[in-house]
């Protein structure tokens, strides 16, 4: 089945060590999205890669970053996470301007979970 | 003003109710609507597409009145399944594609 997926599932770091999460997708999607969601709160968009073309949100810190090698991978690097960067971090994927009535429908991954210690 | 307004709930309601969740927008200029289903700990998943004319999926009946910028999802014959917190969501004001998430509002169905 086409799906999006993150790993790992879980990740625990230390506060101000790097840390990198990953999302790949067998969508064959050209847009893919990192969100960060805290606990009764709204998914907030970090950034976004159209194909290639990388599109910061304005209120996104300095401390994240992304890159995106191919299609199918996308990363998501925390460079000094701090405590209050503990969250579920979201991968999603969609397919803008393919011409389908839901093209701009977005499917998630299943998230990691990420304590800062 | 948010982009996106839910009331956050919870509803609590007995097997078999129908429940209804209003969303109100700001930007009038949105031309993606849609509802999410989130569980507990899990990913966001899509419920539904809304479109203009209104659509339904079972039990499920999504509508949109643009000129008063809301949508609406009924639910029918609650399950205890349907407890979750649904997501209002509409395309960012900057771009089509990007979407703005609601806070969510929570469903708890009782037996």
């Known amino acids: 089945d086409a799906m999006v997926i993150q790993n790992p599932r879980y990740q625990v770091t230390q506060f101000g060590k790097p840390v990198t999460l990953s999302c790949s997708q067998t969508l064959n999607h050209n847009v893919m999205y990192w969100y960060q969601q805290k606990s009764s709160q709204a998914p907030k968009l970090l950034f976004h890669?159209?194909?290639?073309?990388?599109?910061n949100e304005a209120d996104t810190p300095d401390n994240f970053q992304s890159r995106r090698p191919n299609t199918s991978f996308c990363f998501l690097d925390i460079r000094s996470p701090g405590l209050g960067d503990a969250a579920m971090y979201l991968c999603?994927?969609?397919?803008?301007?393919?011409?389908?009535?839901?093209?701009?429908?977005?499917?998630f991954g299943p998230g990691t979970r990420l304590t800062v210690t | 003003r948010k982009e996106v307004e839910q009331d956050p709930g919870p509803f609590n309601v007995p097997e078999g109710a129908t429940v209804a969740f209003n969303c109100t927008y700001s930007n009038s200029a949105s031309q993606s609507f849609f509802w999410y289903r989130q569980d507990c700990r899990k990913e966001p998943k899509l419920l539904m597409s809304v479109y203009s004319s209104g659509n339904e999926d079972g039990r499920f009946t999504a509508q949109l009145n643009r000129a008063s910028q809301y949508i609406s999802l009924l639910i029918r014959d609650s399950k205890l399944s349907d407890s979750a917190t649904y997501l209002c969501v509409v395309n960012s004001m900057d771009s089509s594609y990007k979407l703005i998430f609601g806070s969510g509002t929570r469903l708890l169905v009782r037996p």
């Open positions: 890669y159209y194909d290639k073309d990388f599109n």
């Open positions: 999603a994927t969609s397919a803008p301007g393919t011409g389908t009535r839901n093209s701009y429908e977005q499917y």
